[in-house]
């Protein structure tokens, strides 16, 4: 991890290092971050400071559903705290025993289809917090198997500048391109009622794209440290958010790859055939700028892009 440095140009021209710190009450960095949650974290917002029961008698920070459809338990600390992350943990394994209510509240706030669409196969924590020691890395390993742990340090730069920097993700399993099966998977545009996936279920490469996104894979996986997660309708290139998402089309008159990127569509010289801009455009997956890959031409085309949407992110 290398640290954040954030600088400023002065009148006469120089760069002066501005120096960070941290906010005086826990709760203003967590009513900061709940108020632009999606923008920072991917994450759409459920609850602040969700009671846990009588007998776990505790109380979740903030709770929310990422844009994978995947639970998150988020934890704040304003500076460090060596518990943050068992704390947290023991949240989730609490979510978890109580998926019902879990969906219930989903479903009051977001929607039936997206209570039918949660996801349980591996459930988040997002701590953020001023620091994070060795141990607090150490700890986080322990969660791999069946959980993601993202660990976020902040940064307060004055009154009106606020940096948030992933400085370890442990993913939960090895990111790693799906299985190809033996015959052709035909996805559609729609997904399907009761969208979530179960422990088995993700999105398998259609056979005669196999060669294609070997090349698209390697591009993306290239142009920077990015988690693959295959789900169940697409799969996911991601940092802190999504930075790209996969759909496979091989109907017999639709045969590509999609390939949405979290970019701004007017910073994009469009190309017909080639580039679109899908905002407000519903599809399946992330990103507002959709790149159709039928050829190995169109990765090398693509690759551009994927480096500016992987910095940028």
């Known amino acids: 991890m290398t640290d954040l440095k954030v600088f400023r140009r002065n009148r006469e021209g120089h760069e002066v290092e501005l120096r960070g710190s941290m906010m ?13 949650l999606e923008a920072m974290l991917g994450v759409r917002f459920l609850a602040s400071e969700y009671p846990t029961g009588p007998w776990h008698q505790g109380r979740i920070d903030t709770l929310g559903l990422d844009e994978n459809d995947t639970p998150v338990v988020i934890e704040f600390k304003r500076g460090r705290d060596a518990g943050v992350i068992t704390q947290a943990t023991s949240y989730l394994v609490w979510l978890t025993a109580h ?11 977001l929607g039936p289809e997206a209570a039918e669409a949660v996801d349980w196969r591996r459930p988040r ?3 953020v917090a001023g620091e994070f020691s060795r141990h607090d890395r150490a700890a ?4 791999q198997r069946d959980r993601r742990v993202d660990l ?5 730069f004055g009154p009106e500048l606020l940096t948030l920097q992933l400085v370890e993700t442990v993913p939960g399993f090895a990111g790693a391109a799906p299985p190809v099966p033996t015959e052709p998977v035909v996805e559609t545009d729609r997904a399907p009622e009761g969208a979530g996936a179960s422990a088995n279920e993700q999105v398998e490469v259609p056979g005669g794209l196999r060669e294609l996104y070997r090349e698209l894979d390697e591009a993306l996986t290239t142009a920077g440290e990015l988690e693959v997660i295959p789900l169940k309708h697409y799969i996911a290139y991601k940092r802190l958010l999504n930075v790209a998402t996969v759909i496979f ?9 999609l390939l949405y990127l979290r970019l701004d569509p ?3 010289e469009l190309e017909e055939g080639f580039t679109r801009d899908v905002r407000g455009k519903g599809h399946l997956g992330t990103g507002d700028l959709e790149v159709r890959i039928a050829s190995s031409g169109d990765v090398e085309k693509a690759v551009p892009l994927i480096r500016r949407a992987v910095e940028e992110s």
């Open 266 to 268: 007017d910073a994009v």
């Open 152 to 156: 976020v340090r902040y940064r307060l």
């Open 249 to 257: 089309r091989s109907s017999a008159s639709h045969r590509a790859i």
């Open 125 to 127: 924590v997002i701590c």
């Open 99 to 109: 998926r019902h209510e879990f969906e219930a509240l989903v479903r009051r706030q």
């Open 24 to 36: 005086t009450r826990e709760r203003e960095l967590q009513r900061r971050v709940e108020k632009a």
């Open 140 to 143: 986080a390993s322990l969660h």
